[in-house]
Each structure stands twice: as C-alpha cells, then as structure tokens.
C-alpha cells in the first residue's frame, strides 16, 4: 500500500501544474453551469459555456493520456518496467487515480451541484448512475486507446477511429432496421446506450489488463476488433429485440 | 538470500520478430559473482537477449531463470534485486536528480544512503538539476547510481559505455568494478566496446547473428588465442592447416595466422610439422584483436571456432 500511494504521489506531483489548471475549469465550468449570476448576456455565456467544456474536454484527454502514457504499460524502454513495480500494482494505480480524477471528481462536483439546487440526490439516483456510467465507460475507453498507443495524437485517432468506425458500420446497418414506434424508440434507446456503455467499458478494461498483464498484441487487436463490431452490432440488434418482443 | 551456482541459465532461448529471429536457441550460464561480458556486432542479438532476461520482452520459445526464478515470473522480490541500465532507458526526464534517487528509495529494502551519497559524489552528479538537462553521460551515471545504490545481486548493463567520452566511461568502469570486487554483485554487460569489457569482465561470450558462438572465462579466451609468426624457408602448402589456426597468411618467407586452440608444445609440434626448420613465435593477443580474427573469420562455423 505504501508502495501504491508512493506511485500516486509521484504521479500526483508530476501533472501538479496540469492538475490545478484542470480543476480551475472545473470550477469555472461550475460556477457557469449551476451558479450564472453573471450580468452577461445569454450568446456570450453560451459562447463561455462552449469555451469552457472545450477546455475541459481537450485538457481532461491530454492528461489521462499523459498518465497513462508516463509509466506506459508496453514500452520495453519505460523506467518503471526495471523497477520493482508490478504491472499488477502499476495498473490499479492507474486506472484507480484516472476513476477517482475523471469519474470521482465531477460526481462530487454534481452531487455539490445537486446539494446546492436542493435536489435530493435518491430521487435522481437513475441519473447519476447514468453519468457514472457514462464517466466510466469514456474514461475506461481512452484508458485503453492510451496504452495501446506510444502518443496522445495516436491515442486520439484510434479512440476516434473506433468510435467513428463502429458509429459508422452501426448507422449503416440501421437503415435496413424495421421501423419502431416512438414510445418503443425511446425505451430502446435507453437501454442501447446503457449496454453500449457497459459493453465498451468492459471490453476497455480487458484491453487495459492485457496491456499491462499479458502484453499480447494480438490479444489486444482482437479485443479492439470484437469492441467496434460489438459496439456497432448491439447497436442494432436492439431494434430487431424490440421489434419482435416489444 | 543465496542463489545457485549461476545467477542466470538460459534454455535454447528464443526471440522472432516475424520472420528475423534475433536470438536463437541460446543456451547460457552466467557464474553468480561474475563480470560478464556479452560481445557481438550490432544486431547480434544482445539487447534482444538482455531484455528477455529482464522480463522486458517476452521469449518466442525456450527459458530463462533468473536469480532463481523463471524470468517471465520475476517479481517485486527478485525486481529488488535486479538492476538494469540502458542506453536507450527513459528515465523520468522532469525529475531531478535528487528526485530521482527519492523516487526509487522506497523500492528497495537493501537502500544504502551512505554508498547513495558516496556514488553521488564520485559521479559528480548534479543534484539538483533535472535529468532532462543532463548529458547522456551524466543521465548515463544516474541511471547507475539508481541501480547501484541498493547494491543488486544482479546487474544488467546493456551498453552502457556507448558514445560516452573517455572520462565518463572511466568513473563508470570505476564505480562498476568497485561494486563487482565487493563480491556482493553479478554483472552482465553487452557491450561493443572492446577495451572497456577487457578491463571489467572476468566471463566472455559473443553472440553473432542470435547465435552464441562461445562462452568461457576471460582468462581461457585469452589463454587459447595466439597470434603466430613462423618464419620459414622454401614454400608451404596451406590447402591442408589444422582447422584451429584462423586468418592464415603467407609471403617473402613469413606465415601469420591465429591458433585458436593454442597449447605451447602441441602448437609448436602442430607448426614443425609443416616448416622443420621454421622459427616460430607466439603472441598473446588481446580480447579486441581476438574479437576481430573471429569477425572476420565470421563465415567459420561454431564448431571450428570453439574449443
């Protein structure tokens, strides 16, 4: 343990600056979102709005890949692999510091949120497990984009290669769907996202621990492959489900 | 802990990159508290093999135990114990020195702060500046000083003497035979640096081509080599040498060649076989000249090169 949270630390001091910068946003992001007493007319706060979550979002990829890539789990000429660092220990550091910043720390900023708009957080209970989810499952799949890659440029176009490719062959296969009704739309529509959240997070995180326990290549290509034709599959074949049984 | 007689065996130990089989079948005993030498050309196969023996690469076939253990199973125990140093080795670049040294000291049990200090200074290190703004020899000597500072069993050094300059390569040659004279550490280095292995290693082997084409203690290889002068008279026949001698030569009444099994009154009667009358002189040669006759002898299979 002691071991663990000495990994973290370094981590931790190593993105200081990053990490300050990132959780400034954050606030800035909140204090627009929840809290817009600002005297600023609508298209200018919309315009601050949209700066802010770019930020967020562009920042927030740099630095989980950063954290990722630091220790990179495959690179034979990383500094860690000679060190008496299991790929076991390293990994839950990893994936345990990348949840806590990106799926941990907005949950709290919208429980706060939650807190100060008088919501009572049981009732919105779906919800927030919705977000986590959807934290999770985006955080968990550039996890994996990053330790499959040696770069954040590549790690972003094969997270957008994936997303895209799968996004694509789904769209493609969905015009030959039958046609639902809308109530039975919008039931399907939730339970494809969630079981495409669930699908990629789980198959991120098999990617992830092969990665960094097995470090077989050709295991990792077939995960990436079985993760956009499952992706775009159940994408689809939730329409025939509730065609036929809805 | 104490390990076995050899602190590294290999098994017909193997690594393909496709189709290019950068190691084959190598089979390899490293003498716990050695000075061990791997040579070879580039694309040997040494860093290939170090970093199978590292857990760093995975072996396409064939075994490597390492301080006991199967090296695709070395653990935060045996890690420990275990330091490697490469010329290609990304140390965390926006550390400092100092940061460096606080970083790994939680890792290892056996941290000695005094030898930290001591190496610290002998290396004339920078303590505060970050590695990323330090030469490659220095970065080199930290790198070292890291792995030296817990005093492994095992060190593995892969090239560490590349393209450093003379006063570099000397403080770290110092610093390595003062941590293998303690007797407390077993070091193996690959290197292409003749001179610096020469002065450091105590156990030779060359690897050439992914295959080992000897293995034996300094003193042997040094022993068994001579380069031989015979002055003659008259003509002699080459087409029927013993396969032993290498790089034979012949003109103006002098033959130069290289024993390669060399034995002072079996070469002698080997020699007055062929020129009765002949003078014949031997001369020690040192591991660089022998490293070249083998290269150049290249084509010559293992069984005729090794004893």
Known sequence: MKLTLHIIKKDMYQFRWSLVLWLACFVYFFLFQERATFHVDTQLRDILRLVAVLTIAVFSWALLVSIIQQDHPTDTRAFWKTRPVSALRLVMVKLGLVLALFVGIPLLIALTGGWLQHLVVFNTLREFSLMVLAMSSVTLTLAAAASCTSNIVYALVLWLGVVFGSGTVAELLSRSLPKLTAHLAMQMNMNRIITLLVFSAVLSLAIILNQYLRRRLTTTILLLILASAGCSLAGVLWSYYYFYHG | MTFPMNIIETDRLTRRFRATEAVHALTLAVPTGSVFALLGPNGAGKTTT??????????????????????????????????????????????????????????????????????LVRFELPADRKLSQLSRGMRMKAALLSSLAYRPKLLVLDEPFSGLDPVVRDDLTAGLLEAAQLGETTVLVSSHDIEEVERLADHVALLDGGRLRFSETTEALLGRFRRIEVDYEGTVDSSSLPESWLGWSSGGGRAVFVETAFQSEHTERACRERFPLARVRAHPMTLREIFITLARAGRHSTEEIAR
């Open chain 2, 50 to 119: 170090l970093k199978m023996l590292a857990n760093l690469l995975l072996p396409t076939a064939g075994s490597a135990r390492v301080l006991g253990v199967d090296s695709r199973k070395l653990g935060e125990r045996e890690l420990a114990q275990l330091g490697y140093v490469s010329e290609d080795q990304r140390l965390p670049d926006w550390m400092t020195v100092t940061q460096l040294l606080g970083y790994c000291r939680p890792f290892y049990p056996t941290w000695d702060a005094d030898l930290e200090a001591k190496l």
